[in-house]
């Protein structure tokens, strides 16, 4: 808990990062403490490792649908989209082409800026108001050879869910191949992977209340892959190094609960999100939501102020114990606006008088309740 002030903290934060649930944390320390090896030595240590790795692999195909030989384990999401995109493009042929969207992730969206130096041509499909993909432009788009379709599945700032069943068959036509960032999907989303034709999916554990540090490629064509790191064979080589085991147990942990409680959990976040929304434009003029009311993610409300200025109110609510923020974690020392919202059409001062707040399943009505007393007050505040 922060120590910048007395008040009682209110994480509404949780597309940033979740907290470790305590049986995770317990499953890691476990490891830490007992279960120490490495799963590349080949004694009785190494060998308990071993296990604890597959078992981790198995928790999160189960989570996904897919078989544990579909999954490779990484850093992070950043590091599963970076080798993704760089295996289907660099190389791939004299020229490459890649297709995606101008509201992804940072990890994409620079990934491609890097890519368009080394001579890959990159298409950026527009989104609407809505922040749904143009899905027009993107069949206009594969009429042209390309190499990859890289489409978020649940934007990180708006929470809106793309049309991933829809693209898919697109690219499919195509004869083109599909990678989503399913960060902000994983654990919010029921799916099934062995239903999906999807070709390169990449996850975050500390999206589902997993450690920091661990994330996952599932792909159904592991050699197509190219890797950037070179050493052992860990990983089959696709990503070498020592596995972080006590990251990658404690993400098979948090996959597993998430694996039993998805239903509820989905029901759950609906019913704190609409109670959050419904109170918040009710209780404070001029407030709109950005993105698809229809088609969001169950725990993402992004709310557009309308004529505040959202540093500042982002900046008192911390003051006042609620942790919220403005954009992705990953751009916010950024001084800029946000470039999803300014692609879904707001004008620079619609986007800064814009605060995303993301909840989890351990927060409570009753922090709902106590969230929206505090904002109307300092909204007031500002006002005046």
């Known amino acids: 808990m922060s120590q910048q002030n007395s008040h009682k903290e209110i994480y509404f934060d949780n597309n940033a990062t979740t907290k470790p649930l305590p049986e995770v944390r317990d499953e890691v320390c476990r490891v830490l403490g007992e279960e120490f090896g490495n799963p590349s030595s080949i004694h009785s240590t190494g060998d308990r490792a071993r296990k604890l790795l597959y078992s981790a692999r198995r928790n999160i195909a189960d989570l996904l649908g897919c078989e544990p030989e579909n999954i490779i384990f990484t850093s992070s999401g950043t590091e599963a989209n970076n080798l993704i995109l760089s295996s289907c493009s660099l190389g791939a042929k004299q020229k490459s082409r890649v297709v995606t969207t101008d509201v992804e992730h940072s990890s994409i969206i620079k990934m491609c800026g890097f890519l368009d130096i080394h001579e890959v041509s990159i298409e950026y499909i527009k989104v609407d108001?809505?922040?749904?993909?143009?899905?027009?432009?993107?069949?206009?788009?594969?009429?042209?050879?390309?190499?990859?379709?890289?489409?978020?599945?649940?934007?990180?700032?708006?929470?809106?869910?793309?049309?991933?069943d829809k693209i898919k068959k697109i690219c499919k036509e195509k004869n083109v191949p599909f990678h989503t960032d399913a960060a902000k999907a994983i654990g919010k989303l029921e799916f099934n992977l062995e239903n999906k034709n999807?070709?390169?999916?990449?996850?975050?554990?500390?999206?589902?209340?997993?450690?920091?540090?661990?994330?996952?490629?599932?792909?159904?064509?592991?050699?197509?892959?190219?890797?950037?790191?070179?050493?052992?064979?860990?990983?089959?080589?696709?990503?070498?190094?020592?596995?972080?085991?006590?990251?990658?147990?404690?993400m098979g942990k948090a996959a597993e609960i998430r694996k039993g409680n998805i239903k509820d959990t989905i029901k759950y976040l609906t019913e704190l999100r609409d109670l959050f929304e419904g109170k918040i434009l009710e209780s404070v003029p001029n407030t709109k939501?950005?993105?698809?009311?229809?088609?969001?993610?169950?725990?993402?409300?992004?709310?557009?102020?309308?004529?505040?200025?959202?540093?500042?109110?982002?900046?008192?609510?911390?003051?006042?114990?609620?942790?919220?923020?403005?954009?992705?974690?990953?751009?916010?020392?950024?001084?800029?606006?946000?470039?999803?919202?300014?692609?879904?059409?707001?004008?620079?001062?619609?986007?800064?008088?814009?605060?995303?707040?993301?909840?989890?399943?351990?927060?409570?009505?009753?922090?709902?309740?106590?969230?929206?007393?505090?904002?109307?007050?300092?909204?007031?505040?500002?006002?005046?």
């Open 129 to 164: 108001s809505y922040g749904v993909l143009d899905m027009d432009q993107l069949e206009k788009a594969l009429s042209v050879e390309t190499d990859l379709v890289s489409v978020q599945w649940v934007n990180n700032e708006s929470g809106v869910i793309q049309e991933i």
């Open 198 to 250: 999807i070709d390169y999916l990449a996850l975050a554990g500390h999206k589902f209340h997993a450690p920091q540090g661990v994330g996952a490629i599932y792909t159904n064509n592991k050699f197509s892959l190219h890797p950037f790191q070179f050493g052992g064979f860990q990983e089959e080589g696709f990503r070498p190094g020592t596995e972080n085991l006590p990251g990658i147990v404690g």
């Open 289 to 384: 939501v950005n993105g698809s009311t229809s088609s969001r993610i169950c725990n993402t409300s992004n709310i557009m102020f309308e004529g505040i200025d959202g540093r500042k109110l982002t900046m008192m609510l911390d003051e006042a114990g609620i942790r919220c923020s403005q954009s992705s974690a990953c751009t916010n020392f950024d001084t800029s606006p946000s470039y999803v919202l300014i692609a879904m059409g707001l004008s620079e001062e619609q986007a800064y008088s814009s605060i995303r707040f993301s909840f989890c399943g351990e927060n409570t009505t009753d922090e709902i309740n106590e969230a929206v007393e505090i904002i109307v007050r300092n909204y007031e505040k500002l006002l005046n």
